[in-house]
């Protein structure tokens, strides 16, 4: 047992369940999208693994992993999740194009606060309402998925569940607002694009459709306001109850009220969202289920069960792999985020970058920050947040978007007619300016 866990074989656990999400919507869908079955994959592969790292003397990281990095982990989706489900956006705007980029930019900027799924899920039907009546659409679509369920999250741990888990490993709070010109500079790219490009199809639209827009305009409407509170709550809670602010918080000999506390203020923050928000708002309104976070919650623990030898191998591993230039973690981390799920890319990457040897490490220069060089840490959150856009299958929001624009009658591309006629032509470039301007 002790051979496995130390060897390249232990990784192929983690290989299949990544492998799994990856292709399970498009091999088998049906059988897929019923949470049991993913469960059932995730016990599958998780069980022997976790037996073989308590028989391999691992238990300490099995506890780790699953104590200190999936529970926080899930209980802070959990609580963007009920608290974003509360509120409700209603109204149909003038679908005019600096009215439609206005909603993106909105979108863009909110994702970072209330997370990429919170935003997409909160906006994407007043945008489906508000060009109901238009013929062209799919477009809107497109950006949409790019800024709002992917790009904007980029500037806290809030944002994108990658840059949480970043957080967990030392980067500060404040730390990612150091990506705001990354941020800044592909927001505003998309949204000058998306702004052009939206304005080439409103000059194609029917008369009879632009005068029917405007004539069945109504006013936003915002539902469900209490759940900003609870929002900036949770703010405040991840950015001050950790262990840079309540150094207690990470003594293994404290009790588990303290180290848990962050934890404790979620719950209470979730329960209060739950208990004070009207259910038509929720219920009716938002067409809330449970089925997404149950999802995330039953895949996350296969994940983070299969990574933990997987992890420690690419540590050990690290100095042999060849990867010496930033560039290379970026385009190495973007690539599996793109195709597989960023989260775990982005912690399989800092690993990669903690078990550099010190003259590695030197090599890249400047500050250390969560025990890599900060521009190692840049290069792997930007890619990990924002390359989730180059598929439908990169980022969850996504295929949630996709699904609720082709319920509302939007003919939306196949998985790789998304990929030629717009990630590739359109974010691609995008990203590789990025990478030679800031990397």
Known sequence: MEQFVHSAWSMIPFGLMLLMIAIGPLIAEHWWEKNMNKLIVSCILGIPVAVCLVMGGMWHELEHQLFFDY???????????????????????????????????????LASIMGTT???????????TTNQQRRYTMHTILFFIALVANCGGLLTPLGDPPLFMLFLRGASFTWFLKLVPEWAFTG?????????????????????ALSADIAEATPLVVK???????LIGVVLAVAFINEGTIPLMGKADAPLWIRYLREIVLLSLTGMSLYTTKRE??????????????????????????????????????????????????????????????????????????????EQMAAFGGEMVAGIPE??????????????????????????????????GIKMPSF????????????????ILVQLIFL
């Open 224 to 230: 469900g306001k209490i759940n900003f509170l609870y």
């Open 375 to 408: 521009v190692l840490l840049k290069a792997i959150s930007i890619a990990a947040v924002m390359f989730g856009a180059l598929t439908y299958i990169g980022n969850g929001p996504n295929f949630m978007v996709k699904a609720i624009a082709e319920e509302s």
């Open 71 to 109: 529970v926080p982990f899930i209980i802070l989706l959990l609580s963007l999740f009920v608290i974003t489900g509360g509120i409700h956006f209603s109204g149909d705007l003038k679908a005019k194009p600096i009215i439609n980029t206005g909603f993106l930019g909105l979108g863009w900027i």
């Open 281 to 358: 708002v929720r219920y009716d309104l938002n067409k809330y289920t449970w089925t997404p976070i149950i999802e995330v919650a039953v895949l996350f623990l296969g994940i983070f069960t299969t990574m933990t030898p997987a992890l420690a191998f690419l540590a050990a591993k690290a100095p042999e792999l060849g990867l010496s230039h930033t560039w290379q973690f970026y385009y190495s981390t973007g690539a599996l985020s793109a195709f597989l799920d960023n989260t775990p890319t982005a912690v399989a990457f800092h690993s990669v970058a903690t078990g550099l040897t010190p």
């Open 188 to 208: 505003a790219i998309l949204l000058l694009i998306y702004f052009l490009v939206d304005t080439y199809y409103y000059k194609k639209e029917d008369e009879s």
């Open 416 to 431: 790789f007619g998304y990929m030629i006629r717009f990630s590739l032509i359109v974010l691609l470039p995008i990203y």
């Open 118 to 128: 919170g935003a997409a899920m909160l906006l994407i039907r007043p945008v489906i």
